[in-house]
Protein backbone atom coordinates (compact mmCIF):
# COMPACT_ATOMS: atom_id res chain seq x y z
CA UNK A 1 0.00 0.00 0.00
CA UNK A 2 2.83 2.39 0.74
CA UNK A 3 6.21 2.61 -1.00
CA UNK A 4 9.21 4.99 -0.82
CA UNK A 5 8.59 8.71 -1.90
CA UNK A 6 10.69 10.11 -4.84
CA UNK A 7 9.03 13.60 -4.86
CA UNK A 8 11.59 14.17 -8.09
CA UNK A 9 9.35 11.45 -10.04
CA UNK A 10 5.85 10.69 -7.98
CA UNK A 11 3.69 13.74 -9.32
CA UNK A 12 5.03 12.97 -12.87
CA UNK A 13 1.67 11.33 -13.48
CA UNK A 14 -0.01 13.90 -13.37
CA UNK A 15 2.23 16.48 -15.39
CA UNK A 16 -0.10 15.60 -18.84
CA UNK A 17 -3.37 17.89 -19.20
CA UNK A 18 -4.84 14.72 -20.42
CA UNK A 19 -4.35 13.18 -17.40
CA UNK A 20 -5.00 15.78 -15.20
CA UNK A 21 -7.94 16.58 -17.16
CA UNK A 22 -9.19 12.72 -16.73
CA UNK A 23 -8.46 12.94 -13.18
CA UNK A 24 -10.28 15.93 -11.98
CA UNK A 25 -13.27 14.79 -14.06
CA UNK A 26 -13.19 11.48 -11.95
CA UNK A 27 -12.63 13.35 -8.69
CA UNK A 28 -16.06 16.09 -9.71
CA UNK A 29 -18.12 13.17 -10.73
CA UNK A 30 -17.40 11.52 -7.58
CA UNK A 31 -19.05 14.33 -6.02
CA UNK A 32 -21.66 15.02 -8.46
CA UNK A 33 -20.22 18.85 -9.44
CA UNK A 34 -22.00 20.45 -12.22
CA UNK A 35 -20.08 21.00 -15.47
CA UNK A 36 -17.58 18.39 -14.56
CA UNK A 37 -16.26 18.06 -18.15
CA UNK A 38 -16.12 21.97 -18.56
CA UNK A 39 -14.55 22.60 -15.19
CA UNK A 40 -12.22 19.55 -15.29
CA UNK A 41 -10.53 21.08 -18.64
CA UNK A 42 -10.68 24.72 -17.20
CA UNK A 43 -8.23 23.38 -14.00
CA UNK A 44 -6.14 20.95 -15.47
CA UNK A 45 -3.37 23.10 -16.42
CA UNK A 46 -3.61 25.28 -12.83
CA UNK A 47 -3.71 21.60 -10.80
CA UNK A 48 -0.18 21.06 -12.66
CA UNK A 49 1.04 24.32 -12.36
CA UNK A 50 0.49 24.07 -8.46
CA UNK A 51 2.21 20.87 -8.10
CA UNK A 52 4.96 21.70 -10.53
CA UNK A 53 5.32 24.95 -8.54
CA UNK A 54 5.30 23.06 -5.32
CA UNK A 55 7.83 20.88 -6.30
CA UNK A 56 10.39 23.49 -7.87
CA UNK A 57 10.32 25.01 -3.88
CA UNK A 58 10.95 21.29 -2.25
CA UNK A 59 13.50 21.04 -4.40
CA UNK A 60 15.13 24.29 -4.21
CA UNK A 61 14.58 24.19 -0.06
CA UNK A 62 17.00 20.73 -0.03
CA UNK A 63 19.87 22.79 -1.54
CA UNK A 64 19.14 26.11 0.34
CA UNK A 65 21.20 27.25 3.71
CA UNK A 66 18.83 26.49 7.07
CA UNK A 67 18.63 30.27 6.95
CA UNK A 68 15.58 30.69 4.60
CA UNK A 69 14.56 26.93 4.40
CA UNK A 70 11.18 27.15 6.02
CA UNK A 71 9.90 29.61 3.85
CA UNK A 72 10.98 27.79 0.26
CA UNK A 73 9.21 24.51 2.21
CA UNK A 74 6.05 26.39 3.99
CA UNK A 75 5.14 27.97 0.31
CA UNK A 76 6.08 24.67 -1.27
CA UNK A 77 3.43 23.30 0.66
CA UNK A 78 0.53 25.96 0.25
CA UNK A 79 1.16 25.44 -3.76
CA UNK A 80 0.48 21.68 -3.01
CA UNK A 81 -2.37 22.24 -1.08
CA UNK A 82 -4.13 24.13 -3.62
CA UNK A 83 -3.82 21.65 -6.07
CA UNK A 84 -5.21 19.29 -3.47
CA UNK A 85 -8.12 21.82 -3.04
CA UNK A 86 -8.92 21.76 -6.65
CA UNK A 87 -9.86 18.31 -6.63
CA UNK A 88 -12.78 19.25 -4.57
CA UNK A 89 -13.55 22.34 -5.35
CA UNK A 90 -13.41 23.31 -8.90
CA UNK A 91 -13.72 27.40 -8.51
CA UNK A 92 -10.97 27.47 -6.20
CA UNK A 93 -10.57 30.34 -5.42
CA UNK A 94 -13.68 31.87 -6.01
CA UNK A 95 -13.06 35.24 -3.35
CA UNK A 96 -9.80 36.59 -1.91
CA UNK A 97 -10.42 35.63 1.62
CA UNK A 98 -9.55 31.89 0.73
CA UNK A 99 -5.94 33.42 -0.36
CA UNK A 100 -4.48 34.50 2.94
CA UNK A 101 -3.06 32.22 5.47
CA UNK A 102 -5.55 31.78 7.73
CA UNK A 103 -3.03 31.57 10.78
CA UNK A 104 -1.71 34.10 12.62
CA UNK A 105 0.99 34.56 15.07
CA UNK A 106 2.67 37.28 16.98
CA UNK A 107 4.83 39.38 15.00
CA UNK A 108 7.68 40.41 17.31
CA UNK A 109 8.17 38.05 20.08
CA UNK A 110 8.22 38.30 23.68
CA UNK A 111 11.11 39.19 25.84
CA UNK A 112 12.47 35.44 27.30
CA UNK A 113 10.93 34.20 23.74
CA UNK A 114 10.33 30.27 24.31
CA UNK A 115 9.68 28.59 20.95
CA UNK A 116 8.36 25.86 22.43
CA UNK A 117 5.30 28.04 23.92
CA UNK A 118 5.14 30.22 20.68
CA UNK A 119 1.78 30.21 19.54
CA UNK A 120 -0.32 29.75 16.46
CA UNK A 121 -4.25 31.75 16.09
CA UNK A 122 -6.49 29.69 13.76
CA UNK A 123 -8.43 32.70 11.44
CA UNK A 124 -12.36 32.62 10.20
CA UNK A 125 -11.09 32.94 6.46
CA UNK A 126 -7.62 31.96 4.44
CA UNK A 127 -6.17 28.85 3.22
CA UNK A 128 -6.08 26.83 6.75
CA UNK A 129 -9.81 27.07 7.73
CA UNK A 130 -10.68 26.29 3.89
CA UNK A 131 -8.34 23.02 3.17
CA UNK A 132 -9.41 21.79 6.79
CA UNK A 133 -12.50 21.90 5.72
CA UNK A 134 -12.66 21.06 2.27
CA UNK A 135 -10.03 18.64 2.24
CA UNK A 136 -10.78 17.00 5.66
CA UNK A 137 -14.25 18.14 6.73
CA UNK A 138 -13.21 19.92 9.98
CA UNK A 139 -15.32 23.23 10.69
CA UNK A 140 -15.61 25.94 13.22
CA UNK A 141 -11.36 26.06 13.61
CA UNK A 142 -11.77 30.07 14.11
CA UNK A 143 -10.18 31.12 17.37
CA UNK A 144 -8.81 28.19 18.48
CA UNK A 145 -4.69 28.02 18.98
CA UNK A 146 -2.29 25.70 19.49
CA UNK A 147 1.70 25.79 20.89
CA UNK A 148 4.89 24.48 18.55
CA UNK A 149 5.22 22.32 21.33
CA UNK A 150 2.05 20.29 21.14
CA UNK A 151 2.71 20.60 17.14
CA UNK A 152 6.00 18.70 17.56
CA UNK A 153 4.77 16.68 19.91
CA UNK A 154 2.00 15.27 16.73
CA UNK A 155 5.25 14.19 14.53
CA UNK A 156 5.58 10.65 14.88
CA UNK A 157 9.50 10.82 13.40
CA UNK A 158 10.43 13.36 16.17
CA UNK A 159 9.59 10.64 18.67
CA UNK A 160 13.20 9.52 19.08
CA UNK A 161 14.22 13.09 19.34
CA UNK A 162 11.85 13.80 22.24
CA UNK A 163 13.47 10.19 23.83
CA UNK A 164 16.62 11.09 23.93
CA UNK A 165 16.38 14.76 25.00
CA UNK A 166 13.48 14.82 27.86
CA UNK A 167 13.58 11.21 28.82
CA UNK A 168 9.71 10.66 27.94
CA UNK A 169 7.84 9.64 24.20
CA UNK A 170 5.31 11.03 22.47
CA UNK A 171 3.89 7.69 20.60
CA UNK A 172 3.91 4.07 21.01
CA UNK A 173 4.30 2.25 18.12
CA UNK A 174 1.36 0.07 16.62
CA UNK A 175 1.86 -3.17 14.58
CA UNK A 176 -0.45 -3.53 11.19
CA UNK A 177 -1.15 -7.23 10.34
CA UNK A 178 -3.38 -7.04 6.89
CA UNK A 179 -6.53 -4.82 8.65
CA UNK A 180 -5.63 -5.93 12.23
CA UNK A 181 -4.29 -2.88 14.30
CA UNK A 182 -2.29 -4.20 17.61
CA UNK A 183 -1.78 -1.86 19.96
CA UNK A 184 0.73 -2.63 23.48
CA UNK A 185 -1.41 -3.28 26.54
CA UNK A 186 0.47 -0.37 28.31
CA UNK A 187 -0.95 2.02 26.59
CA UNK A 188 -4.07 1.50 28.83
CA UNK A 189 -1.73 2.66 31.56
CA UNK A 190 -0.42 6.05 29.61
CA UNK A 191 -4.32 6.74 28.89
CA UNK A 192 -5.45 5.94 32.30
CA UNK A 193 -8.26 4.10 31.06
CA UNK A 194 -10.00 0.70 31.18
CA UNK A 195 -9.70 -1.53 28.55
CA UNK A 196 -13.50 -0.67 27.47
CA UNK A 197 -13.12 3.02 27.89
CA UNK A 198 -9.85 2.81 25.43
CA UNK A 199 -12.11 1.22 23.22
CA UNK A 200 -14.73 3.56 22.79
CA UNK A 201 -11.95 6.11 22.95
CA UNK A 202 -10.43 4.73 19.98
CA UNK A 203 -13.25 4.55 17.61
CA UNK A 204 -14.36 8.21 18.63
CA UNK A 205 -11.08 9.23 17.30
CA UNK A 206 -10.84 7.11 14.25
CA UNK A 207 -11.72 8.29 10.76
CA UNK A 208 -12.37 4.59 9.50
CA UNK A 209 -14.42 1.86 10.75
CA UNK A 210 -12.70 0.07 14.27
CA UNK A 211 -13.60 -2.66 16.01
CA UNK A 212 -12.22 -4.32 19.21
CA UNK A 213 -11.35 -8.21 18.03
CA UNK A 214 -9.63 -9.08 21.37
CA UNK A 215 -7.36 -8.58 24.11
CA UNK A 216 -4.44 -10.72 24.51
CA UNK A 217 -1.75 -10.60 27.74
CA UNK A 218 0.34 -7.91 26.40
CA UNK A 219 -1.70 -6.41 23.52
CA UNK A 220 -4.95 -4.98 22.36
CA UNK A 221 -6.45 -6.54 18.70
CA UNK A 222 -8.64 -3.88 16.39
CA UNK A 223 -10.04 -5.45 12.69
CA UNK A 224 -10.54 -2.06 10.61
CA UNK A 225 -11.15 -1.80 6.73
CA UNK A 226 -10.81 0.50 3.88
CA UNK A 227 -8.18 2.45 5.59
CA UNK A 228 -7.07 5.30 2.98
CA UNK A 229 -3.63 6.17 2.24
CA UNK A 230 -2.78 9.65 3.47
CA UNK A 231 -4.62 10.00 6.45
CA UNK A 232 -5.11 6.73 9.28
CA UNK A 233 -5.99 9.34 12.19
CA UNK A 234 -5.51 8.88 15.23
CA UNK A 235 -2.52 6.93 13.89
CA UNK A 236 -0.01 8.30 12.23
CA UNK A 237 2.41 6.75 9.85
CA UNK A 238 6.43 7.05 8.99
CA UNK A 239 7.21 6.11 5.05
CA UNK A 240 11.31 6.04 6.60
CA UNK A 241 10.37 4.23 9.56
CA UNK A 242 7.57 2.28 7.69
CA UNK A 243 5.55 1.71 10.63
CA UNK A 244 2.32 3.13 12.56
CA UNK A 245 2.62 5.18 15.59
CA UNK A 246 -0.36 5.89 17.99
CA UNK A 247 -0.16 9.87 19.95
CA UNK A 248 0.48 9.83 23.50
CA UNK A 249 -1.22 13.25 23.75
CA UNK A 250 -4.59 13.26 23.88
CA UNK A 251 -5.49 17.01 22.90
CA UNK A 252 -7.42 18.11 20.59
CA UNK A 253 -4.45 17.92 18.29
CA UNK A 254 -5.21 14.14 17.88
CA UNK A 255 -8.32 14.95 15.70
CA UNK A 256 -5.48 16.87 13.09
CA UNK A 257 -4.35 14.88 9.57
CA UNK A 258 -0.49 15.63 9.85
CA UNK A 259 -0.77 17.81 6.74
CA UNK A 260 -2.45 20.50 8.71
CA UNK A 261 0.44 20.07 11.50
CA UNK A 262 3.02 19.89 9.32
CA UNK A 263 1.25 23.29 7.06
CA UNK A 264 1.33 25.33 11.28
CA UNK A 265 4.58 24.05 11.91
CA UNK A 266 5.90 25.32 8.70
CA UNK A 267 4.02 28.45 8.41
CA UNK A 268 5.67 29.83 11.91
CA UNK A 269 8.72 28.63 10.92
CA UNK A 270 8.49 30.46 8.29
CA UNK A 271 7.38 33.90 9.71
CA UNK A 272 10.16 33.82 12.24
CA UNK A 273 12.95 33.35 9.45
CA UNK A 274 11.33 36.75 8.01
CA UNK A 275 10.62 38.62 10.63
CA UNK A 276 12.43 37.26 13.49
CA UNK A 277 15.88 37.58 12.19
CA UNK A 278 17.61 38.06 15.60
CA UNK A 279 16.38 35.37 17.24
CA UNK A 280 16.53 33.07 14.30
CA UNK A 281 20.41 33.49 13.52
CA UNK A 282 21.54 33.43 16.53
CA UNK A 283 19.67 29.88 17.08
CA UNK A 284 21.25 28.76 14.01
CA UNK A 285 24.54 30.04 14.75
CA UNK A 286 24.29 29.79 18.77
CA UNK A 287 22.55 26.88 18.91
CA UNK A 288 21.84 27.42 22.70
CA UNK A 289 19.02 24.87 23.34
CA UNK A 290 16.84 22.47 22.38
CA UNK A 291 15.19 24.67 19.77
CA UNK A 292 17.72 23.77 17.42
CA UNK A 293 17.56 19.83 16.94
CA UNK A 294 13.95 19.93 17.07
CA UNK A 295 13.38 22.40 14.34
CA UNK A 296 16.39 21.46 12.02
CA UNK A 297 15.41 17.88 12.55
CA UNK A 298 11.71 18.17 11.53
CA UNK A 299 12.88 20.64 8.89
CA UNK A 300 14.09 17.07 7.61
CA UNK A 301 11.37 15.20 7.96
CA UNK A 302 8.83 17.34 6.76
CA UNK A 303 11.60 17.85 3.43
CA UNK A 304 9.82 14.21 2.29
CA UNK A 305 6.48 13.79 4.43
CA UNK A 306 4.88 16.99 3.45
CA UNK A 307 4.79 16.09 -0.49
CA UNK A 308 4.19 12.31 0.83
CA UNK A 309 1.08 13.10 2.56
CA UNK A 310 -0.26 15.36 -0.38
CA UNK A 311 0.41 12.82 -3.12
CA UNK A 312 -0.76 9.92 -0.57
CA UNK A 313 -3.92 11.91 -0.62
CA UNK A 314 -3.82 12.46 -4.48
CA UNK A 315 -3.67 8.68 -5.41
CA UNK A 316 -6.15 8.07 -2.88
CA UNK A 317 -8.44 9.91 -5.32
CA UNK A 318 -7.08 7.53 -8.11
CA UNK A 319 -8.28 4.65 -7.21
Not at 53 to 58: E, S
Not at 184 to 196: A, C, G, V, Y
Not at 222 to 238: A, G, H, M, Q, V
Not at 292 to 315: C, D, E, N, V, W
Request: hydrophobic share 35%; proline share 5%.
Amino acid sequence: MIHPFDLKNSFLYFFSANTSQEFLKKCYLKKNLDQAEQKSYENSYPFIYYLEHGQVYYEQAEKAPLVIKPILFFYGLVHLVKACILTVDPNYPETTSVLAHGVSTRKRKKQHYNFFLDEVKFQKSGLFPYMGEKLFHMKHLEGEKTTMGELFGQIPELNYLYSQTEGRTTFLEAEIEKDIIILPKKILDRFHMTESRFVEYLQSKSDFNISFQESEDSALKFSTKNLNTYNFKPLKYSPDAGKFFFPLAKDGLIDFPELLIHFLLLYNLSMIARYETEWWSELIKMMPNKDYPFIQTFLQITSAKGPYLIYQYLADKKE
